[in-house]
Nanobody
Framework: QVQLVESGGGLVQAGGSLRLSCAVS????????MGWFRQAPGKEREFVAA????????YYADSAKGRFNIFRDNLKNTVYLRMNSLKPEDTAVYYC???????????????WGQGTQVTVSA
């Protein structure tokens, strides 16, 4: 069993930054592709960013390119999402997820955290 626990969410003004963390337990983080997703009220869960198990490859949704950075510290079994230049439309619950292969869609991920709320005020 793999457990993922997100933290780091909060309330920020537009233009501000947050760093989200995802702590992995049960298995080493280096065993998995890791992704970040978000879901706003009444909306479908959407992909934000993914990073390969080695950290050598990353992929971002268009909405995240140039503003967000996904990175990982496998020695700490932790994956991060640094979010800069936040916009009100970034407001959502953010989830981390783990996959056993390289995927960027929610259905491709095997394990999910409980989410952390990010709210961006105008």
């Amino acid at each position: 069993q793999v457990q993922l626990v997100e933290s780091g969410g909060g309330l920020v003004q537009a233009g501000g930054s947050l760093r989200l963390s995802c702590a992995v337990s049960g298995r080493t983080a280096s065993s998995y592709t890791m992704g970040w997703f978000r879901q706003a009220p009444g909306k479908e869960r959407e992909f934000v960013a993914a990073i390969s198990s080695s950290g050598g490859a990353t992929y971002y949704a268009d909405s995240a390119k140039g503003r967000f950075n996904i990175f990982r510290d496998n020695l700490k079994n932790t994956v991060y999402l640094r979010m800069n230049s936040l916009k009100p439309e970034d407001t959502a619950v953010y989830y981390c997820a783990a996959a056993t292969e390289w995927v960027v869609v929610p259905t491709g991920y095997d394990y999910w955290g409980q989410g952390t709320q990010v709210t961006v005020s105008a």
